[in-house]
């Protein structure tokens, strides 16, 4: 089993939607979980920590599902600007950080 | 608080020769990773350094590919005798705590 997954994607949604992702990982020691957005050629730029308790920041939401080994990021009302790829990012088992390949997604008008 | 410097932006090289890639880490951060991508792919994890440590080279070939994190300066990814496989984008990131990542730019590197 990968030590992070995601669901590739596309997710092609129209503007306003609300999408979800989820990622699940294999390390039941991690402590540490991000979500990254990755623009086509750039480099990744972390948009949100996901917390035990969950976190908001703005339209979006991320949750830890530690029993299921598990964590979302919800975005609502989608808008252009969110098409990117989203990486989760969680610890490893040598310590280090561990991406997931991404989940691409495209918001139409 | 400048942020995490990559150079070059792109290297090209031919067949055999050597690759160097700089990274300079965010002022005050002491934690430096690398990482490949390559096109539609995923990052992939290579070594993760600390000053003067290798601290998990897990994810990098154990041929050809070096890295270095000297106590002054930037830390070094190095490939030696490089061959077409090697083309990719390679990102640096520095991180204060082992936590958060910052990543410079990238060096994309194109093997002739």
């Known amino acids: 089993r990968k030590e992070v997954e995601q669901d590739p994607g596309p997710f092609n949604v129209p503007e306003g939607a609300t999408v979800a992702f989820n990622c699940t990982y294999s390390n039941s020691a991690s402590q540490s979980f991000f979500w990254y957005r990755q623009d086509c050629r750039k480099e990744p730029k972390l948009l949100m920590s996901?917390?035990?308790s969950g976190n908001e920041d703005g339209r979006f939401t991320a949750q830890l599902n530690r029993a299921s080994q598990y964590i979302s990021l919800l975005i609502r009302d989608s808008k252009l600007s969110d098409s990117a790829t989203y990486l989760c990012v969680g610890g490893g088992s040598q310590g280090n950080l561990i991406f997931g390949k991404g989940t691409k997604l495209s918001v139409k008008p | 608080n400048a942020g995490v410097m990559q150079n070059p932006r792109h290297l090209v090289r031919r067949r055999g020769q050597e690759a160097r890639l700089r990274c300079s880490p965010m002022?005050?951060?002491?934690?430096v990773y690398w990482y490949r991508q390559l096109p539609e792919e995923g990052l992939k994890f290579m070594v993760y350094?600390?000053?003067?440590?290798?601290?998990?080279e897990s994810g990098m070939p154990k041929e050809r590919f070096s890295a270095e994190f000297p106590k002054e300066g930037p830390s070094i990814l190095r490939i030696q005798q490089v061959v077409r496989g090697d083309s990719a984008a390679y990102f640096c990131?520095?991180?204060?705590?082992?936590?958060?990542?910052?990543f410079g730019s990238g060096t994309q590197l194109s093997v002739l």
């Open positions: 350094l600390q000053k003067e440590n290798i601290i998990d």
């Open positions: 990131a520095s991180s204060p705590t082992n936590e958060k990542l910052f």
């Open positions: 996901v917390y035990s």
């Open positions: 002022k005050g951060h002491s934690h």
